[in-house]
């Protein structure tokens, strides 16, 4: 088993398993630990009680709160300052960061779901929601094949007349609350945490959206190369799907955004990942988005009204794994 400790020798010349190694962050269920040279990917490893390292980016230090810790937001919020070392400070305290929440790049690997495809035209995905047909048949809307967090993206939710509409929202959650834009990872909210968590648990309550999509990208590691390559995946004949999603207005900031819900992969996706966007079958869309439906129904939807079985997917060209790349992927054999 791996050590994991408060201290880090970076001597070189010592062997891995000899080293202090302390933790960097947990996503899903891998544990990212620091050895004082590389980033590990850790799975199913404890996260400890402290999260915070000798960065690698910048040759700054890279200092992250524990989860669900008063200076950070559920996902792993944390901070950024400069030298080659920190403070440790323990996760039992009301310890708040002197220093702004950054945004990491660690989490820009690891994300999932965190990238997806929305190639088709608007008026496929019309027969899937109540919307005002006669107005969403002049929406305009672009073949778009590596949509990444940050960016703009169809939403559709209920309107406070319980009507649906259909909006555009950035992807990455700014909670109604929030005072500036976070910088932890708020591209996925993970079914575990949605109804405690801060960050998500207001939207979980009244504010439910779907998210159109018809495909989305999970990524294995090439045992020849160690590189990334990725899949993409969707429903037979690319039809079209949405999912599950929270969003929230941020009046101060005038952000509407939206948020992807995650959940524990189901087969066939477990053959790629642990962890699966939320894909709701269209029979459970109206009570989905209904703000009167309870956060156990509306939980328990997500659980059993879903159409993970018929997902299929194949290996595409690593254009795709840089999120500038805006083209349509070429299918890579196996």
Same mark, same amino acid.
């Given at each position: 088993?791996?050590?994991?400790?408060?201290?880090?020798?970076?001597?070189?010349?010592?062997?891995?398993?000899?080293?202090?190694?302390?933790?960097?962050?947990?996503?899903?269920?891998?544990?990212?630990?620091?050895?004082?040279?590389?980033?590990?990917?850790?799975?199913?490893?404890?996260?400890?009680?402290?999260?915070?390292?000798?960065?690698?980016?910048?040759?700054?230090?890279?200092?992250?709160?524990?989860?669900?810790?008063?200076?950070?937001?559920?996902?792993?919020?944390?901070?950024?300052?400069?030298?080659?070392?920190?403070?440790?400070?323990?996760?039992?305290?009301?310890?708040?960061?002197?220093?702004?929440?950054?945004?990491?790049?660690?989490?820009?690997?690891?994300?999932?779901?965190?990238?997806?495809?929305?190639?088709?035209?608007?008026?496929?995905?019309?027969?899937?929601?109540?919307?005002?047909?006669?107005?969403?048949?002049?929406?305009?809307?672009?073949?778009?094949?590596?949509?990444?967090?940050?960016?703009?993206?169809?939403?559709?939710?209920?309107?406070?007349?319980?009507?649906?509409?259909?909006?555009?929202?950035?992807?990455?959650?700014?909670?109604?609350?929030?005072?500036?834009?976070?910088?932890?990872?708020?591209?996925?909210?993970?079914?575990?945490?949605?109804?405690?968590?801060?960050?998500?648990?207001?939207?979980?309550?009244?504010?439910?959206?779907?998210?159109?999509?018809?495909?989305?990208?999970? +990524?294995?590691? #090439?045992?020849?190369? &160690?590189?990334?390559?990725?899949?993409? @995946?969707?429903? !037979?004949?690319? =039809? %079209?799907?949405?999912?599950?999603?929270? +969003?929230?207005? #941020?009046?101060?900031? &005038?952000?509407?955004?939206?948020?992807? @819900?995650?959940? !524990?992969?189901? =087969? %066939?996706?477990?053959?790629?990942?642990?962890?699966?966007?939320?894909?709701?079958?269209?029979?459970?869309?109206?009570?989905?988005?209904?703000?009167?439906?309870?956060?156990?129904?509306?939980?328990?939807?997500?659980?059993?009204?879903?159409?993970?079985?018929?997902?299929?997917?194949?290996?595409?060209?690593?254009?795709?794994?840089?999120?500038?790349?805006?083209?349509?992927?070429?299918?890579?054999?196996?």
């Amino acid at each position: 088993m791996i050590n994991s400790s408060h201290r880090t020798d970076s001597s070189d010349s010592e062997p891995f398993s000899r080293r202090k190694t302390k933790v960097l962050t947990q996503v899903d269920e891998t544990t990212f630990l620091w050895d004082g040279k590389n980033r590990i990917a850790c799975h199913r490893q404890s996260p400890g009680p402290l999260s915070c390292a000798a960065g690698r980016h910048g040759r700054r230090c890279v200092e992250y709160l524990p989860l669900g810790h008063r200076g950070g937001l559920e996902t792993g919020g944390g901070c950024r300052r400069s030298g080659r070392t920190c403070r440790q400070h323990d996760a039992r305290t009301d310890y708040q960061p002197k220093h702004r929440a950054r945004y990491s790049p660690v989490f820009a690997e690891i994300g999932m779901c965190g990238r997806f495809t929305f190639e088709q035209d608007w008026p496929a995905f019309l027969h899937l929601y109540e919307l005002d047909r006669d107005k969403e048949r002049g929406r305009n809307t672009a073949a778009r094949y590596n949509i990444a967090p940050t960016q703009d993206v169809l939403m559709v939710h209920a309107d406070p007349d319980g009507r649906q509409v259909a909006e555009t929202a950035r992807w990455w959650l700014v909670p109604h609350w929030a005072k500036e834009r976070p910088r932890a990872a708020m591209f996925n909210a993970r079914i575990e945490r949605i109804g405690i968590s801060p960050a998500f648990r207001d939207a979980f309550k009244s504010r439910r959206c779907l998210i159109p999509a018809d495909g989305f990208y999970e +990524w294995t590691v #090439n045992a020849d190369d &160690g590189r990334k390559d990725p899949w993409l @995946i969707h429903l !037979p004949d690319r =039809a %079209p799907f949405s999912f599950a999603g929270l +969003w929230a207005h #941020n009046d101060k900031l &005038g952000i509407t955004s939206c948020t992807i @819900i995650t959940m !524990p992969a189901a =087969a %066939p996706m477990t053959r790629l990942h642990d962890r699966q966007p939320a894909l709701l079958d269209p029979a459970a869309y109206s009570e989905w988005l209904d703000p009167a439906t309870s956060g156990f129904s509306a939980k328990k939807l997500l659980e059993t009204c879903n159409i993970d079985e018929g997902l299929e997917f194949h290996r595409v060209s690593r254009d795709v794994n840089a999120s500038t790349f805006t083209g349509r992927p070429k299918a890579t054999p196996l």
